[in-house]
């Protein structure tokens, strides 16, 4: 059971970012996904989340209209498309599994926006 961000990085700030978090081990199209990140000395906030089908989005006001979760149940793999990046978007990003009180994390990548 495994989950694995990637497509992190260094970006200034305006540019995008398109994070993808690929899945493994377990039913990938039974899961509610979220995009969760944490910036140094802060909690970890959840920012978006997709439901098992994909029909259902919700985003923080942080990043509502700049950021887009989507999902490709086929290919096992859910995605956090970045636009308009601003540099209190610097934090590690992490993507979650849920289903019935069972949940899976990844281990993070990094976004560092600059100035």
């Known amino acids: 059971v495994q989950l694995v961000e990637s497509g992190g990085g260094l970006v200034q700030a305006g540019g995008s970012l398109l994070l993808s978090c690929s899945a493994s081990?377990?039913?990938?199209?039974?899961?509610?996904m979220t995009w969760y990140r944490q910036a140094p000395g802060k909690e970890r906030e959840l920012i978006a989340i997709?439901?098992?089908?994909?029909?259902?989005?919700n985003y923080a006001d942080s990043v509502k209209g700049r950021f887009t979760i989507s999902r490709d149940n086929a290919k096992n793999t859910v995605y956090l498309q970045m636009n308009s990046l601003k540099t209190e978007d610097t934090a590690v990003y992490y993507c979650?599994?849920?289903?019935?009180?069972?949940?899976?994390w990844g281990q993070g990548t990094q976004v560092t926006v600059s100035s």
């Open positions: 979650k599994a849920d289903r019935g009180g069972s949940a899976v």
């Open positions: 081990g377990f039913t990938f199209s039974s899961y509610v």
């Open positions: 997709i439901s098992s089908a994909g029909g259902s989005t």
